[in-house]
């Protein structure tokens, strides 16, 4: 898990308990070509392993499962369809190659909603030959959309720059955008967190919530993570992910402690927290808008600061695996240590 999902799945954590709710864990897996064997089992081991224990999810249960989006696909397509038939969604029939010919050829990659008005009759004749399509919205050619976020604050998009989003694929799975709005209503989310790339999207989510006539939740969109350059932390650097850093030897609880840091700061300026009492403090108001920077000379501090904390029971324990790495089974660690 990249130290930015790890730093969302924390953040979530922490304001839900902060405020008394609940921590849910939905496993989103509606893009059936980006499945990759054992993803899941990597969330269940890194959050167990973080300490950042869910009240709901595939594994425990709840009262709004299933857990697993695959598993609720059967109730997406009623939503779609209550919009078309509002006359706010309609049948796109556009072939892929169509639609890979509008992205060569304008210079946005928007589509030109050529099916957004077909005539009744002719959307008949096409679904009695059987021809494919999806389900997109439609949205306002006109005016603008203003959002909240409790980070960044109110930001409003031009409406022309939203495109009609595709809400049921052609496979019959809903899109990332649409079962999340759509699971989040059923299952009474009020917080939503992610990171602040999905800052352009959030309009799209309104306007799904505004045609449904649901309450919107709250949007906490996290600051950017970098590293010492300046650069997006990637996902494809070989010391990003929650596990890279466990192998290299830091301590779990530095490594959750720190990355709590990486865009929240405490009014007092206080920086080593145990989780217990990062839920107690923890406010989602006072997060930052700029990137924050994942420094390894500052997480190698914290990590010797909670080693240097540890009694020699707990130092032996963490300190074993990487003796016998070095010296083998044979020898006593007071032979060499001591």
Known sequence: MHVGNLRTALYEYLIAKSQGGKFILRIEDTDQQRMVDGAVDVIYNTLQAAGITHDEGPDVGGDYG???????????????????????????FCTKERLEALQQDNAGGGYDRRCRDLPPQEIE????????????????????????????????????????????????????NFANVVDDHLMGITHVVRGNEYLSSAPKYNRLYQAFGWEVPVYVHCPLITDEEHHKLSKRCGHSSYEDLIDQGYVSEAVV????????????????FSLEELVKVFDYHHMSKSPAVFDYDKLNWFNAEYIKAMDE???????MPYYKEVFGEEEKPWQVLY
């Open 313 to 319: 029971e707990e130092f032996t324990s963490h300190a």
């Open 66 to 92: 299933p857990y697993i989006q695959s598993q609720r696909r059967e109730m997406y397509l009623p939503y779609a369809m209550q919009l078309v038939e509002q006359g706010k969604a309609y049948r796109c």
């Open 257 to 272: 402690n720190y990355v709590a840091l990486l865009g929240w700061c405490p009014s007092d300026n206080r920086e080593i």
């Open 125 to 176: 004749r096409l679904l009695a030959q059987g021809v494919p399509y999806v389900i997109r919205q439609k949205m306002p050619k006109e005016g603008a959309t203003t959002f909240t976020d409790a980070v960044y604050g109110s930001i409003t998009v031009e409406n022309s720059e939203l495109q009609d989003q595709i809400l049921i694929k052609a496979d019959g799975y809903p899109t990332y």
